[in-house]
């Protein structure tokens, strides 16, 4: 299987605090992973690395090959590491209140498994569409699905940056989990440092882009974001799925 995944800095701050990475278990099940941190001195980069490095390591440990064992194994390991985050913000000034959100998508031979709490997203890039498959918790989407708000007015809302579920931060850590056939196209997760700058036209745009391979097409994307402003951290990861993956 095909992947690329890039993160940058951005325009605006100092440190990275995105981490991303990609595994696979004993029996070739691919695990990709993007984890955008929160709060803190500098807990953001230290609770979205704790995050990344621990799921992706006992991943490979694994040999499940059917996706209801990744459900519960996916939630399992969000319980654990957010009583990790918790703890360790306990013991330093400098982490207390730091979080990450996580976006996961788990690829078998013919279904994926997409998860995530936070604003990271997933979507999916099929015959030259572009759909989204997680949903953001965050206040401005509850705002939208309550009819307060539209969407291009969450856009810029002052309050857009406001999570309502992470990792880390409260006791609550549960995941939502959705199970995808798999179709030819491509899957992108990202950090909200591209889905907040670059709209899903434009997304759509880059990724219809013919002759650009995964990296190139990540490239695009990081480029997009920081000539938008780049006031976030960025991370795009680009997955090619054929209709059964080898």
């Not at 709060?39 to 995050?51: D, L």
């Not at 694994?62 to 703890?87: C, M, V």
């Not at 990540?218 to 997009?224: E, P, V």
Request: proline letters at 2%.
């Amino acid at each position: 299987m095909k992947y690329s995944f890039l993160s940058d800095v951005g325009r605006v701050r100092e440190k990275n605090e995105d981490f991303v990475g990609v595994f696979k278990n004993q029996a070739e099940v691919l695990l990709a992973i993007v984890a955008d941190g929160l709060g803190g001195h500098q807990g953001g980069e230290v609770a979205s690395e704790m995050a990344v490095s621990q799921i992706g390591y006992d991943f490979e440990k694994t040999s499940f090959t059917k996706p209801k064992d990744a459900y519960s194994w996916l939630q399992g390991q969000a319980d654990r590491e957010n009583k990790h985050i918790l703890e360790a913000a306990e013991q330093s000034e400098e982490l207390l209140g730091m979080g990450t959100t996580l976006v996961c998508a788990v690829v078998f031979p013919k279904t994926l498994v997409i998860a995530n709490i936070g604003d990271s997203r997933c979507y999916l890039f099929n015959n030259g569409k572009l759909t989204q498959l997680t949903e953001d918790h965050s206040l401005v989407n509850e705002m939208v699905k309550n009819g307060q708000i539209s969407k291009e007015q969450a856009r810029t809302h002052p309050q857009k940056n406001i999570i309502t579920r992470t990792l880390g931060v409260s006791g609550s850590s549960r995941l939502d989990q959705k199970l995808y056939e798999i179709v030819p196209g491509e899957l992108l997760l990202c950090s909200d440092g591209l889905s907040n700058l670059v709209d899903d036209e434009q997304l759509e745009e880059i990724l219809r882009t013919p002759g650009l391979d995964l990296e190139q097409k990540c490239a695009r994307l990081i480029a997009a974001a920081n000539e938008a402003g780049g006031t976030d951290n960025i991370t795009a990861l680009l997955l090619s799925l054929d209709e059964e993956v080898s």
